[in-house]
C-alpha cells in the first residue's frame, strides 16, 4: 500500500533557526510532492510542489524542498524560522493512479 | 481569501440523517475537490470533478456522493450519518483538470454528529 510518512507530529525551533520537517513516501516511481501549509481555522495553501523537473524546488514564504529519488525523501526547510511561520504542515503525494495521500502532519512551534 | 466559498461554516446533525454541503470554486477554475480532515482519520482526499464530470476519486464512501452542477459550484452529500463521520470537510478548485494543479482551497465546512 501507499504511504506517505511525517516524522515528529510536533517540531519546536527557535525564532532565527533552521526549520526542518520530514516526508517519507513508499514509491519507486518517482510521484507528484507537495508541501501544504495550515493556519488556525483556515484552509490549506501550498508552499511548494515537485513535478519531476529541477530536485530543489522553491516555494512561498521562504521555503524549498529538496527531492531525494533514492532515499524516497521529500523534507521541507526554510533557513531562519519566523513566528509567523508557526502553523501545521502536511506533506503529500500523488501516486501511480491518481492515488492522493497526505501525510499525517507536523505542527511547527516557533519559540521567540 | 482564497476565492472558493463553502456553506454553511458549521453543520450540527444527528446519527443517521443527511446532509449537502455545497462549495463555489473561484471565478475561471473548472475543477472542484472534495477533502475530509478528521482527529481519526487525517486528512483524505475524497474526490474530483472537473466540468462537470468525475475525474478521480479517492477514499469516499459509499454513503457520501457528489456532483457538479453546470454552473461550476459542487455540492457534497452524506448520509446515514454516522459519529464518526464528524469532520472539516474541506472543498478546493484549480483551473486544470490534472490532481497536481494548484489547488486553491476554501475555509472549511465543520460537521458535528451527535
Known amino acids: 500500500a501507499q504511504s506517505v510518512t511525517q516524522l515528529g507530529s510536533h517540531v519546536s525551533v527557535s525564532e532565527g533557526a533552521l526549520v526542518l520537517l520530514r516526508c517519507n513516501y513508499s514509491s519507486s516511481v518517482p510521484p507528484y510532492l507537495f508541501w501544504y501549509v495550515q493556519y488556525p481555522n483556515q484552509g490549506l495553501q501550498l508552499l511548494l510542489k515537485y513535478t519531476s523537473a529541477a530536485t530543489l524546488v522553491k516555494g512561498i514564504n521562504g521555503f524549498e524542498a529538496e527531492f531525494k529519488k533514492s532515499e524516497t525523501s521529500f523534507h521541507l526547510t526554510k533557513p531562519s524560522a519566523h513566528m509567523s511561520d508557526a502553523a501545521e504542515y502536511f506533506c503529500?503525494?500523488?501516486?501511480?493512479?491518481?492515488?492522493?495521500?497526505f501525510g499525517t502532519g507536523t505542527s511547527l512551534t516557533v519559540i521567540p | 481569501d482564497s476565492g472558493v466559498t463553502q456553506t454553511p461554516k458549521h453543520l450540527i446533525t444527528a446519527t443517521g440523517q443527511r446532509v449537502t454541503l455545497r462549495c463555489s470554486p473561484r471565478s475561471g477554475d473548472l475543477s472542484v475537490y472534495w477533502y475530509q480532515q478528521s482527529l481519526d482519520q487525517g486528512l483524505q482526499f475524497l474526490i474530483q470533478y472537473y466540468n462537470g464530470e468525475e475525474r478521480a476519486k479517492g477514499n469516499i464512501l459509499e454513503r457520501f456522493s457528489a456532483q457538479q452542477f453546470p454552473d461550476l459550484h459542487s455540492e457534497l452529500n452524506l448520509s446515514s450519518l454516522e459519529l464518526g463521520d464528524s469532520a472539516l470537510y474541506f472543498c478546493?478548485?484549480?483551473?486544470?483538470?490534472?490532481?497536481?494543479?494548484?489547488?486553491?482551497f476554501g475555509p472549511g465546512t465543520r460537521l458535528t454528529v451527535l
Open positions: 478546493a478548485s484549480s483551473l486544470g483538470g490534472d490532481l497536481y494543479n494548484e489547488q486553491f
Open positions: 503529500a503525494v500523488i501516486f501511480t493512479g491518481n492515488q492522493f495521500y
